[in-house]
């Protein structure tokens, strides 16, 4: 196995005198649990210890010093002088005692999946040369459900996926070869990620025919040593689409029963299935407003059939209409979230997830947190993030996606005046809701970096990390990280994090400023500068940017009234100009080119200078990286330097064109000289 493919497990041989400081760890291992996921664990821990430490661990005979690996009752029966502590599904214990004058390192697990978590947990404590030999620590998943879509279309391309062809499908039916899949669920597993939905949610219905199901199978037996379930997109209209109904109506009886059996059909071949993610109604895809029925029942009509298996579905909330009319000031996208579900809360069955994107419009560089997070009071919901860089440079581009997560997790929505952050109510913490949850949008393809450039994998790790807890800071992961994939050489260390840790920020100042949305091609590749394109179309991305001012009037006062679905304590903070946040100005307010920020810069010195800014900066980035030359490999040395310089000269191209375009559009010159009339003088 390359090591590029083992990411952050790579498990690189440490020097002679960390080798050392752990030299007292235990050299046999008892594994107590019989399962497929038990084994991964005992088989990850033998290799992991071998190849950090140098030492081959063996099965003990019950009088040396042991690794004790097994679930928290089977641990209790074997050494009952160790009180057991109360932990959630999925937790672990590490506890390194001496009992009976015999060294135990317990790693013990609430379930067998939770056993498995504390091994990566360990080794990742080992390789990150941390105190391990007087452990005594207890985790647990912030909350029940953390998945990964993957957007794979059945002839192997990935929308939206920058990191080569899908490690799913091939040729319209699944790879012969698994490998690929089966390392990324490790990989998954590393860090307590339990789901994966493994086709596009824009679905093709084929995945349900008969003859699909027993290919499905396939990826959940390589899925299944790694305790992560597989799950599918669901196309509503499969029924139909499939040629076996007339109809997809979610409220015919006919229908129902071909979702059930459909259902049955499949946990007959894969028994700890998933479940579904469904985009309905959205950009094309069917849904339930064909037959003029609510999400809610197009929703529960599949989690009924799922029910009885123990599946759920995550149903998307990205649905709104993308023929809007433009010239209509009231109307906006970023309202359709809230106006579709808020009137359904506590229409949605138990096993019902509603899956949330982190913003209103669509993983821009910048967005508020959706207000919907706090309008489903009795329905559980889940956070969709994306990990693939859509929008924020795709993955050619360096862009850590972390602290913009941290941003959306952490925003308190202030439900009636008390503390109450996006994180718990996604976790279901705040209603009690017996489910919830973290979705992220990943699309890794068969590049041996996965996702097309070895830095762009701190997004993958972060998301991870993040589900399990996203009390974590931006700099504990990306450290943790770092370690992990470039070893503990601090310079390294500390010149990566401080790379990772401006990148989106460098990445916002070179794109779209102060809210105003990510200024790409959104009708083409996402990617490209190319303003224009936002305006005056059906897809309601507007910025609303004219001679005069910029920006989105999504106020109470004058504007489309989005601000009105939060809490009122967060519409006061954003309806008032002078408590909205300079960073998300344009988002909520349209003002005039010379209205001054709170920075004390008009809004058109600001897009100046943050442009000029951002491109310096990525321009800093490649230099920061040369400082590393003959402290990494050389071939993740020059394949991240290439893509740092072309960074760098792709900063310019936006520089240039937001620039321009800004000037056009305003005629204010940029003081600096830098552009406009005084540029050409
Ligand atoms: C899967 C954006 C992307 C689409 C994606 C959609 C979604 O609009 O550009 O490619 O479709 O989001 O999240 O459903």
């Not at 210890?49 to 040396?64: F, K, V």
């Not at 317990?106 to 080992?126: E, Q, T």
């Not at 920058?162 to 690929?180: E, H, M, N, Q």
């Not at 997070?373 to 990990?387: D, K, M, P, R, V």
Request: charged residues 20%; glycine residues 8%.
């Amino acid at each position: 196995m390359g090591t590029e493919t083992n990411a952050w497990l790579r498990y690189a041989p440490l020097d002679a005198s960390s080798v050392k400081k752990y030299a007292r760890l235990p050299s046999h291992f008892e594994a107590l649990e019989n399962s497929l996921v038990a084994d991964s664990a005992r088989k990850e821990l033998i290799q992991g210890i071998s190849r950090m430490l140098g030492r081959s661990l063996q099965p003990g005979s019950g009088r040396e010093d042991v690794f004790i690996l097994g679930t928290l009752p089977e641990v209790h029966k074997l050494i009952p002088e160790l009180k057991l502590p109360n932990l959630e599904a999925d937790g672990y214990w590490l506890k390194a005692a001496q009992i009976r004058r015999r060294n135990f390192f317990v790693i013990a697990g609430v379930n067998d999946r939770g056993m498995l978590y504390g091994v990566f947990a360990l080794l990742s404590k080992i390789a990150r040369e941390q105190e391990v030999l007087h452990i005594d620590e207890l985790e647990q998943p912030y909350g029940p459900l953390r998945w990964i879509n993957q957007w794979d279309n059945l002839n192997g391309r990935i929308e939206r996926g920058y990191g080569g062809p899908s490690i799913f499908f091939a040729d319209g039916k699944v790879r012969d070869d698994l490998t690929r899949a089966g390392q990324y669920a490790r990989l998954l597993a590393s860090l307590g990620i339990n789901g994966c939905t493994i086709n596009n949610v824009n679905a093709d219905p084929r995945v349900f025919r008969s003859d699909f199901i027993p290919q499905i199978k396939r990826i959940a037996d390589v899925f299944r040593p790694w305790g992560v379930q597989v799950s599918l997109s669901a196309d509503l209209s499969a029924p139909k689409a499939l040629g076996d109904l007339d109809t997809f109506d979610p409220l015919d009886p006919k229908v129902a029963e071909w979702w059930k059996k459909k259902v049955d059909e499949i946990y007959g071949e894969i028994p700890d299935f998933g479940g579904f993610t469904v985009k309905a109604d959205s950009e094309g895809q069917p849904g339930p407003s064909t037959y003029g029925r609510t999400q809610a029942d197009a929703a529960n009509l599949i989690a009924r059939a799922l029910k009885p298996h123990g599946g759920v579905v995550f149903y998307r909330a990205f649905v709104y209409n993308h023929h809007l009319d433009w010239r209509n000031l009231k109307n906006d996208r970023a309202k359709a979230a809230y106006d579709n579900f808020h009137p359904l809360d506590g229409q949605f069955d138990d096993n019902v997830i509603i899956q949330i994107k982190n913003g209103p419009i669509d993983f821009q560089v910048r967005e508020p947190a959706s207000p919907l997070f706090a309008g489903l009071h009795h329905t559980n919901e889940a956070i969709e993030l994306q990990i693939t860089q859509e929008y924020t440079g795709q993955q050619r581009q360096l862009c850590f996606l972390v602290p913009m997560w941290k941003e959306a997790l952490d925003f308190d929505m202030r439900l009636d005046d008390q503390h109450t952050p996006v994180k718990a109510l996604v976790a279901g913490r705040v209603f009690h809701r017996p489910t919830g949850g973290f979705a992220g949008v990943a699309n890794v393809g068969m590049d041996l970096s996965w996702l097309g450039n070895s830095l762009a994998m701190a997004n993958l790790y972060g998301f991870g990390r993040l589900a399990w807890n996203p009390d974590l800071s931006a700099e504990s992961i990306i450290e943790e990280w770092t370690r992990l994939t470039f070893g503990n050489d601090p310079q390294v260390v500390q010149t990566i994090d401080d790379m990772q840790l401006r990148s989106w920020h460098i990445y916002e100042n070179y794109t779209g400023p102060l809210g105003v949305g990510t200024l790409t091609n959104i009708t083409g590749n996402h990617y490209d500068p190319a303003p224009e394109s936002a305006e005056r179309n059906g897809w309601g991305q507007w910025i609303r940017a004219d001679h005069e001012g910029i920006g989105m009037d999504r106020t109470i006062a004058t504007g489309t009234g989005f601000i009105g679905q939060y809490p009122p304590a967060v519409q006061k903070i954003y309806e008032p100009l002078s408590s909205c946040p300079d960073e998300l100005l344009l988002f909520f307010h349209h003002v005039p080119y010379t209205y001054v920020l709170h920075s004390g810069k008009t809004v058109i010195q600001h897009f100046y200078d943050s442009h000029f800014e951002g491109a310096e900066q990525a321009a800093q980035l490649a230099e920061q990286w040369k400082n590393l030359h003959g402290r990494i490999d050389q071939g993740r040395y020059s394949e991240i330097l290439a893509m740092l310089e072309y960074q760098a000269g792709e900063a310019i191209v936006w520089r240039d064109a937001i620039c321009n375009w800004i000037y056009q559009l305003s005629g204010i010159a940029d003081q600096k000289g830098r552009v406009g009339v005084q540029a050409r003088q």
